[in-house]
């Protein structure tokens, strides 16, 4: 496996902690798991990134943890008596897409 490298730049990290917002943050991820979190100026200062590392600018977005979703109910679902099948793979799909990376079920 390669050394596939992303910089997200330029993102406000809201952090859950109650901390005020950090603007102008840069996130390393190489192969797929967090490196280096620092203020936008120091992490673009680093030498060895090259071309073949994806750098996707966050002007404007907010960069948030995955949110915990308390009270779920994903194993069965029926329609008129009839069992749903595949619905708990579409619902944790959807929960994903909007953010939430923990269930509580």
């Known amino acids: 496996m390669g050394n ?6 330029n993102g406000t990290v809201i952090d859950g902690t109650g901390q005020p917002p950090l603007h102008h943050v840069s ?5 797929g798991r967090f490196g280096t979190i620092a203020q936008h100026s120091d992490i673009n200062g680093r030498t060895g ?5 994806t750098v996707i600018d966050l002007e404007g977005m907010v960069i948030l943890p995955g949110f915990i979703h308390t009270h779920a ?3 069965f679902k029926y329609i008129q008596n009839e069992p749903l ?9 959807a929960c994903l897409a909007e953010g939430i990376t923990t269930i509580r079920d």
């Open 49 to 53: 990134y090259d071309s073949a590392t």
């Open 27 to 31: 996130i390393e991820i190489v192969n």
């Open 73 to 75: 109910h994903t194993s």
């Open 4 to 9: 596939e490298r992303i910089l997200l730049t």
């Open 85 to 93: 099948h595949g619905y708990h793979t579409e619902y944790l799909a």
